[in-house]
């Protein structure tokens, strides 16, 4: 199974910075020393033809010549940098490169990503570029000519269960009927003017595992209903945890895994490839963060082998 990872552009935080940086490259060690049979890849950056299906032109020359205005800056949460530039275009080519995989193999992931807020002309929440919904636009793009033009694009569903509504998503795709979002997220936490997904289900602060799983089993019903995708984009963010420092929610380390269960087999059941991202993770104790990304790549791991037909 293929990850693909960018921990090594390391951006230049100020000192007391609260955006947890080295989760990646500690997540990156874990599932080298637990997971041998995933194959960790460097990402390739994302190119301007890529960033520009869900971009807008301006946007990404300011991220690339560090135009970007310091209240735009202050609105992602980075001081901008040549490498924060270059990490953000690795994020998105790791789920770029994910997506393909997934497509040829039924699962793939990316150990950053899920840069949900950014929206096409600006980023947010530590988001940059939008990496599910460029790559989201890139598979499209690419079955098409495989298919030729005739018939419907690639079909899309991203279940987001970041604890964060994932706004610059939804903003992106509204309207579109080929990509249908959904998103899990706190009522009351950011961001705290929402965007309108396809699907929208708002949980309250202090939410545990029994409503929370209760929660997601509603709306995956919903999404069957609703919904039939040629591919999935899951967002298996580790902030509902209830040990996150921005989560406000209550869920256990068995009720994310049994949340990853649930969306992979969902997928597995129904023969969907998935592309994954690790999404957001502030764990006052940052092994917990690890330990919940950990455990989806464990559980991503089991259900690449049923597609593989290959026993655990």
Avoid at 7 to 33: C, N, S, T, W
Wanted: charged share 20%.
């Amino acid at each position: 199974m293929f990850a693909y990872y960018a921990d090594h552009f390391v951006l230049p935080l100020p000192e007391g910075h609260r955006f947890p940086m080295a989760k990646y490259r500690m997540l990156r060690d874990r599932i080298a020393q637990h997971l041998p049979g995933v194959a960790l890849q460097v990402a390739q950056p994302a190119s301007d033809e890529d960033l520009a299906l869900a971009h807008t032109p301006d946007y990404i020359h300011a991220i690339t010549q560090g135009s970007l205005a310091p209240a735009a800056q202050r609105e992602i949460g980075f001081p901008w940098s040549e490498a924060m530039a270059e990490r953000a275009r690795r994020s998105v080519g790791a789920t770029v490169a994910a997506s393909r995989q997934a497509l040829l193999h039924g699962v793939a992931g990316n150990l950053a990503g899920g840069t949900h807020h950014a929206y096409a002309d600006k980023g947010s929440g530590f988001c940059v570029f939008n990496d599910v919904a460029v790559a989201a636009r890139r598979m499209q793009a690419e079955q098409t000519a495989a298919r030729g033009r005739g018939g419907l694009p690639l079909q899309v569903a991203v279940i987001d269960l970041d604890v964060h509504q994932g706004n610059g998503t939804a903003h992106i795709f509204q309207g579109d009927d080929s990509v249908f979002t959904l998103s899990l997220h706190g009522a009351r936490n950011f961001p705290f003017r929402k965007e309108a997904s396809d699907l929208d289900v708002e949980l309250p602060d202090g939410c545990a595992d029994e409503k929370y799983l209760q929660a997601l089993d509603e709306a995956m019903a919903v999404l069957d209903q609703r919904y039939t995708p040629d591919l999935v984009f899951y967002l298996a963010g580790a902030d509902p945890h209830v040990g996150d420092r921005l989560g406000r929610l209550a869920v256990t380390h068995d009720g994310l895994e049994a949340r990853d269960r649930r969306v992979f087999d969902w997928a597995w059941q129904r023969r969907i490839p998935l592309a994954f991202a690790m999404a957001g993770g502030y764990g006052n104790d940052l092994e917990d963060t690890v330990q919940a990304q950990l455990t989806t790549w464990r559980v991503a791991w089991q259900y690449h082998q049923r597609w593989q037909n290959v026993r655990p």
